[in-house]
């Protein structure tokens, strides 16, 4: 079966020290995987997306991520983190067989402290 | 940039009545999809839809829901007699294609059954 974990629910950091947000996937195909945000009252973003091309993937607001297969993992990274990082992040996986459906993990809350 | 969007942003209604939330997806967009996400829960796949029918839903996606493109730029979603149990934040995205892509997700509606 296909799933998508986020080991942490709660991840807290300093402005300016690094950020990293932990992402395991499980499925028996090649999947997609992209990493979304979501402000408190907005809606989903897109940060980054790993859809079999480069395995380090870099998005927007310097974030990146690397795609893992030997560890199934695609963990979210950022050298330097910002008050207004803080939000919900969502890691995501689709197959690129039979189903096209968006499996979401459960979501990390990253506090940013001054 | 094109979004997609979604209204109401909040919609409270009684028990049993009947709700029709409602999505402009992007234009050129071919594949659209709506999620919810439960108060503190996990953002939860309801359906797919392409080419004017459904191509996959969830357990969740029973009797009680539908979902219909009357006219070529609107994508709605109703939901025949409402329970308690489906107030959440109910997400609609659309994808140009159904693999390899990201999907655009709207602000969301909150439905509040009371």
């Known amino acids: 079966a296909q799933s998508v974990t986020q080991l942490d629910s709660h991840v807290s950091v300093s402005e300016g020290t690094p950020v990293l947000l932990r992402c395991n996937y499980s499925?028996?195909?090649?999947?997609?995987l992209f990493w979304y945000v979501q402000h408190p009252n907005k809606g989903l973003q897109l940060l980054l997306k790993y859809t079999s091309a480069a395995t380090l993937v870099k998005g927007i607001n310097g974030f990146e991520a690397e795609f893992k297969k030997s560890e199934t993992s695609f963990h979210l990274t950022k050298p330097s983190a910002h008050m207004s990082d803080a939000a919900e992040y969502f890691c995501v996986v689709t197959l690129s067989y039979n189903t096209d459906k968006l499996i979401f993990g459960t979501g990390t809350r990253l506090q940013v402290f001054p | 940039e094109p979004e997609v969007t979604q209204t109401p942003s909040h919609q409270v209604t009684q028990m049993g009545q009947e709700v029709i939330l409602r999505c402009v997806p992007i234009?050129?967009?071919?594949?659209f999809y709506w999620y919810r996400q439960i108060l503190g829960q996990k953002v939860e796949f309801l359906v797919s839809f392409y080419n004017n029918e459904i191509s996959e839903k969830s357990e969740i996606f029973d009797d009680q829901f539908s979902v219909e493109r009357p006219d070529g730029s609107n994508f709605t979603l109703k939901i025949r007699s409402t329970k308690l149990e489906d107030s959440a934040m109910y997400f609609c995205a659309s994808r140009v294609r159904s693999t390899n892509t990201e999907a655009f997700f709207g602000q969301g509606t909150r439905l509040t059954v009371v």
């Open positions: 234009s050129n967009h071919l594949y």
């Open positions: 499925s028996s195909y090649s999947p997609s």
